[in-house]
């Protein structure tokens, strides 16, 4: 696999990456006390989708399960008396003229819900867990007051950030790519011909939510919650198969307001596995036919945001193009599903080339996404938080130190 002179460069690069995020990433930003984990600079401060991050570190070194429950707590503290979470929290001593906090799209990516539990798994904090479910309850009914407006029993996508794939194909058309307006994510967009839309990501992660409501129920003793959260949950996974899943391409697509299927293959597939809503069989056929196809997402460094394949596949930017380039959030993800559907053999080569790549680049800064057929890093986000991630647990994993 690597040389051992290659090794000793390997080691010298898990130091940096380690150090980096221990002594740059952990720490406090302008307006509050308690350390989190940051992004980066290009991104000042935390967004939803980036909670796992925290929790990710803590299962690598439990000495940063502090860490995680104050950048759990960051969202669960400003949450609106309405029950939306922010979808991200600025550092202003640093950031661009922006909201402190932001309520402008959902952006959630992993279930935060979901990791909410994962932290009292690790912590056995009980009082966290009462806090985090009456929270995560409030969270789950906005969802279902606010985004369900088609009465498909699927929650919807208001604007393009809401799915956080910046400058993807799948915003086609869209009039509010971006933002939602005026920093409220509840405006229903209805001068937009597309939007509405039910995205299968989002729903998995809502799918995700209500289980992992489940399982908070159950550890508090609430087993009649239990049973309403699960049966939820059951309900939305039926409904996503029948709106969004195409049979004969064996693959979850966007529906637009008007019922028509948004064919891009979009690495928002992912989403769906990573918060287990396919049976294995399904996710086998999801997984061959598509992301370990070498003619659509298993190009010489998986996983590019649009399968090879797809006729919205280009690189139209330098750097955060959920269009083209292989993500490092992606990849952080891969740990969620890539091993639980029986894939490790395949993620160790993923993880393999990743290694390599960031060790021996022209730049070691481990920055936010790779060219996916040169290995090329972009001009995007040196230091961020979930490709350091990926480096210091591939490197464990794979046995180089």
């Known amino acids: 696999m690597f040389a051992e002179n290659e090794k000793k460069r390997i080691k010298e690069c898990y130091d940096i990456a380690f150090d980096r995020i221990t002594k740059t990433n952990v720490g406090c930003f302008a307006g509050h006390t308690r350390p989190v984990f940051l992004i980066s600079d290009t991104y000042p401060g935390v967004w939803l989708e980036h909670s796992y991050d925290s929790v990710f570190l803590a299962k690598l070194d439990a000495r940063y399960l502090e860490i995680a429950k104050n950048t759990l707590c960051l969202f669960l503290d400003n949450q609106k008396s309405n029950g939306q979470l922010p979808c991200y929290v600025i550092d202003k001593s640093k950031g661009p003229d922006w909201s402190e906090f932001g309520y402008s799209q959902i952006q959630e990516c992993v279930s935060f819900t979901r990791l909410c539990y994962e ?5 056995n904090d009980l009082e966290f867990l ?7 309850v409030k969270w789950q009914e906005w969802q279902e007051k606010t985004r369900m407006s088609r009465n498909k029993g699927l929650i919807e996508m208001f604007c393009g950030y809401d799915t956080g794939h910046d400058n993807s194909c799948r915003m086609e058309g869209l009039k509010y790519d971006g933002c939602a307006k005026d920093n409220d994510a509840s405006v229903y967009p209805e001068d937009d011909d597309v939007l509405p839309v039910i995205a299968p990501d989002m729903n998995a992660v809502y799918y995700g939510t209500l289980m992992a409501l489940s399982d908070m129920a159950k550890a508090l003793g609430k087993e009649d919650d239990a049973k309403k959260w699960s049966i939820k949950a059951e309900s939305v996974k039926e409904r996503l198969l029948e709106v969004c899943f195409d049979k004969e391409d064996c693959f979850f697509y966007d529906v637009d307001k008007n019922g028509n299927k948004r064919k891009h293959l979009s690495i928002s597939i992912t989403n769906v596995l990573t918060e287990h809503l396919p049976d294995r069989e399904l996710a086998e056929e999801i997984i061959k036919r598509h992301l370990i196809n070498p003619d659509e997402f298993y190009t010489e460094y ?14 139209n930017k330098t750097g955060n193009s959920w269009n083209y380039y292989s993500q490092a959030l992606t990849i952080l993800r891969c740990t969620r599903w890539m091993d639980y559907y029986g894939y490790a053999k395949e993620f160790d080569a993923v993880l393999e080339k990743w290694v390599r790549q960031w060790t021996f680049s022209k730049t070691t800064k481990f920055g936010q996404e790779l060219d996916p057929f040169t290995g090329e890093p972009s001009d995007c986000s040196e230091w961020y938080s979930s490709c350091m991630l990926v480096y210091v647990y591939a490197v464990r994993r ?3 130190i």
């Open 302 to 315: 998986p996983f590019p945001a649009v399968a090879k394949s797809d006729v919205g596949f280009e690189r």
């Open 119 to 123: 932290y009292y798994d690790m912590s």
């Open 398 to 400: 794979l046995g180089i």
């Open 130 to 136: 009462k806090y985090a479910y009456d929270k995560c």
